[in-house]
């Protein structure tokens, strides 16, 4: 884009930011933040200063229509736990699934010129296509024209993540929807190396004879060029030398961990590391939490490189 068109944007489902960030790159203002997490709600005001004519909202269920200024696009990384391999995938039957209905309300009363949703890639195949298919046409029935693709960090945004996303794109007018391009494949030119940090690490993150796990660590982390997971009771390597995908999960019950070898030792991904393979700038700050909030809110965030590619292009679009 060689201008920018100041257009206005409501944050749904917003974690930590991480769309956020995206659509203000291109131009977006946001007007309205819904998250349900206290914790993800804390480290997103630590980032983003309070603005002109904006709302910070809970609950989405909770949420009037009458409560949501007006804007130009939608954006939402709905609950992905319903319709992932790693979840239940009870679809719209599931609380978390019923949400979805709320964005349904939300752009038949608001009426907003276009959309992004973002969700795992499993909503594809969740009851053999049904669930997605049915999704699509309540969207429809609104008089939106959609497109979808699975994007991957990797091969959309310069992140050395393996990460794949649906990403669904609608907007009212037709020609619009005609007009718009996904992002196309770039080339890899981040490794491994140029996110993990520099210099000392804290101890704690180190393995060593401490964990009954660590003699079967030891053995299956020989490289520095990779990222590795422990399984619970086995060691995964990631063979395309990226990072495994980051999860919400991740070092719950010493699940998903990822685990690098590097001079000092193998140790777990911090979670400013986490925030690098997700893309986030060096400047976005981490809140005084736990460890295992902090993995889970980058888990559950979005590549932000990703999402200003998606961004810049809806608002060339529009």
Not at 262 to 267: D, F, K, M, N, S
């Amino acid at each position: 884009m060689t201008e920018k068109r100041d257009f206005k944007f409501i944050d749904l489902f917003a974690g930590i930011g991480g769309m956020r960030i995206g659509f203000e790159s291109a131009g977006g203002v946001c007007v309205l933040t819904c998250e349900i997490d206290d914790a993800a709600m804390a480290a997103y005001r630590l980032n983003f200063s309070p603005q002109h004519e904006h709302v910070f909202a809970g609950d989405i269920c909770e949420l009037p229509s009458s409560a949501i200024l007006d804007h130009e696009v939608l954006v939402a990384g709905f609950p992905c736990q319903p319709y992932s391999i790693a979840g239940l995938r009870r679809g719209l039957q599931d609380e978390r699934g019923s949400v979805f209905m709320e964005i349904i309300r939300i752009l038949r009363d608001k009426q907003p010129k276009a959309f992004l949703l973002e969700n795992v890639k499993g909503i594809l195949a969740h009851d053999k296509g049904a669930t997605f298919a049915y999704m699509l046409s309540l969207i429809e029935s609104l008089g939106y024209t959609m497109r979808y693709q699975v994007l991957n960090s990797m091969v959309h945004a310069n992140v050395p993540q393996n990460r794949e996303r649906v990403f669904i794109v609608g907007f009212l007018e037709g020609e619009a929807a005609t007009n718009f391009r996904f992002p196309s494949e770039i080339p890899l030119k981040k490794s491994i190396q140029d996110v993990l940090e520099r210099g000392d690490v804290d101890p704690r993150y180190f393995y060593d004879d401490r964990f009954g796990c660590f003699s079967e660590i030891e053995k299956s982390v020989v490289s520095s060029e990779t990222v590795y997971q422990w399984r619970r009771h086995y060691v995964r390597e990631n063979r395309s030398g990226v990072c495994p995908t980051l999860t919400a999960n991740m070092g719950a019950g010493g699940h998903n961990v990822p685990l690098v070898k590097v001079e000092a030792g193998i140790r777990k991904l911090t979670p400013r590391e986490c925030a690098n393979f997700q893309g986030f700038p060096k400047g976005f700050r981490l809140p005084d939490q736990s460890d295992s909030k902090l993995y889970h809110q980058f888990g559950n965030s979005v590549t932000v490189p990703l999402i200003s590619r998606l961004a810049k292009e809806i608002a060339q679009v529009l």
